[in-house]
């Protein structure tokens, strides 16, 4: 989906995408410094609302990869948040969801493409982690990094394709049956973007997961 250019910096043409982007970062790093200044051993609506969510990432990424789920739980805890907060702005009239634009879809990709490595690096060093890529046999080396650019391309199209056809089904209802049908349609999105953001993470965490465990793997075999 083409999105409108609004302005220029030197020779970057910016548009409604990279805009919304901005705000979206912007605001959640206003909230949750707010959020989080003063925090109380007797939690306030907020701050338990706040404590449940962190509280589900930490069950979700323990159950994927045990004992590890405090050291990923920044990462994959802000994707998940961004991708939601994202996925949700397409109900603002006026705004389009990020995520319906390929380029801001292939940068968080390729952000967890970097993530993966530099966590399986992080835990198994650089020599060990890269030793993967050649086991059981070197013959597969290039399949392990067709593996590794495919699966990239694939998380940022799967999420890119999802929510941009949301839109356009959004648009094409509302354009045949006017405002008749505006809180199914609503809550159809508000489902569509919880689950396309929770797919995507995750998928981040299984390959995070899938790097971290490549030298446990190969021992235990």
Not at 14 to 30: E, N, R, S
Not at 159 to 188: D, H, K, R
């Amino acid at each position: 989906m083409k999105s409108e250019i609004l302005f220029h910096l030197g020779p970057l043409s910016i548009c409604m995408a990279v805009v919304v982007t901005w705000g979206i970062m912007l605001g959640l790093a206003i909230f949750f410094s707010l959020a989080t200044r003063r925090l109380s051993i007797e939690p306030g609506p907020l701050q338990t609302l706040l404590e449940g969510a962190v509280s589900a990432i930490l069950d979700a990424i323990e159950a994927v990869l045990p004992e590890k789920q405090h050291m990923l739980l920044p990462f994959i805890g802000s994707l998940w948040i961004f991708i939601l907060i994202s996925n949700l702005a397409g109900i603002i009239p006026g705004l389009s969801a990020p995520t319906a634009n390929l380029s801001v879809t292939s940068a968080l990709a390729i952000l967890v493409f970097l993530s993966v490595h530099w966590f399986g690096i992080r835990s198994e060093g650089w020599r060990n982690y890269l030793k993967h890529y050649s086991h059981p046999s070197p013959i597969l080396l290039p399949f392990h990094l067709i593996s590794e650019v495919s699966r990239t391309v694939a998380l940022a199209v799967r999420l890119f394709g999802n929510i941009m056809s949301l839109e356009m089904a959004a648009l094409l209802v509302l354009l045949v049956g006017g405002l008749l049908v505006p809180i199914p349609l609503l809550m159809l999105h508000i489902v569509e973007a919880l689950v396309q953001a929770y797919i995507f993470g995750m998928l981040a965490l299984i390959y995070v997961s899938g790097a971290i465990e490549s030298q446990q793997r190969k021992r235990n075999e």
